[in-house]
């Protein structure tokens, strides 16, 4: 009895797993290629945060923790620090491979992402996780090491850049940036090298 009740609760786990992964992998991979500028490696840093999702499914998922949240911040991390080892955790999620629903970018996703590339990288980091990863500037900040009026600065900042960047633009380029980097129904383009790299500016 308590053996087929481990294997109900691993087999419930793995249904909500399945899940999160589903309605959350498509659109975080469209948020991490606009940040790195490369379709593959955005693929990489949101699988390997589900890897490591996956190794602590029990208390991610018993109340205790936010599994969505939890996957997003990961991710951001390993993008940022462009840190994409392959360890034994993703193993767990090697069946999945890359996202099912994700469609290549479109050519308005594709300019985005070059005019965000022109930007200072805190400046572009900053923009996206507030305005395409819904994070408040509070968390922002803890998350970046740096002052809550920092992340304001750099917000105010990179969208006045971006705004010259895409005047020919009839939308806010932010606002509408998940939807264009993640419905497009073009084929994927070669990635084009971005390097972010370097030292962050304000």
Request: charged fraction near 20%; aromatic fraction near 6%.
């Amino acid at each position: 009895m308590q053996t087929q009740n481990k294997q109900q609760k691993r087999s419930q786990q793995q249904t909500d797993f399945d899940l999160v992964y589903a309605t959350t992998a498509p659109r975080l991979v469209g948020q991490l290629y606009l940040l790195v500028g490369n379709l593959a490696e955005a693929q990489d840093c949101v699988q390997e945060a589900f890897a490591k999702a996956w190794s602590r499914w029990d208390s991610l998922s018993d109340g205790r923790g936010d599994p969505v949240g939890w996957v997003k911040v990961t991710a951001y991390r390993l993008a940022i620090s462009r840190w994409r080892s392959w360890k034994a955790g993703m193993r767990a999620l090697a069946r999945h491979g890359v996202p099912p629903a994700t469609p290549g970018p479109s050519p308005d996703a594709v300019a985005l992402r070059d005019a965000l590339a022109k930007l200072p990288k805190a400046q572009r980091t900053a923009l996206i996780m507030h305005h395409l990863n819904d994070m408040r500037v509070d968390d922002i900040a803890r998350e970046l090491g740096v002052a809550p009026g920092t992340v304001k600065a750099r917000l105010a900042r990179g969208r006045a850049a971006l705004a010259d960047l895409l005047t020919d633009w009839h939308v806010d380029p932010l606002d509408s940036a998940p939807t264009k980097a993640t419905s497009a129904t073009t084929p994927a383009p070669t990635p084009v090298p971005t390097p972010i790299g370097g030292k962050a500016h304000a």
